[in-house]
């Protein structure tokens, strides 16, 4: 009798044991899918801010170089030059 219960022990030990490492390993499984889910949709909202951030550095950029050399240039007193002011200098190649 003893050896019989011993058996049964044994057989339903390794059927815990054969249980909780499928459950690990489903678990484990679920996870991996969920991160790959999770890091696909970063990526992707990686991929819309890098192009946002890119169209709002050329808006600066744009804003820099056309309005404000504008307006620096009236604070210094600058102006357009004219088509009478300007001079050609011809210099002779010899």
Known sequence: MKSESRIILRYI????????F?????????ESTRIRLECRNLMRLQKILV???DVYKYEIEKIKNSGMSGAYA???GYRMALPSEVGVIVLSGK
Request: net charge negative.
């Open 74 to 76: 009236a604070e210094r």
């Open 51 to 53: 192009d946002e951030n």
């Open 22 to 30: 499928l459950l690990f390993y489903l678990w484990q499984s679920i």
């Open 13 to 20: 030990f390794i059927c815990i044991c054969a249980f909780l």
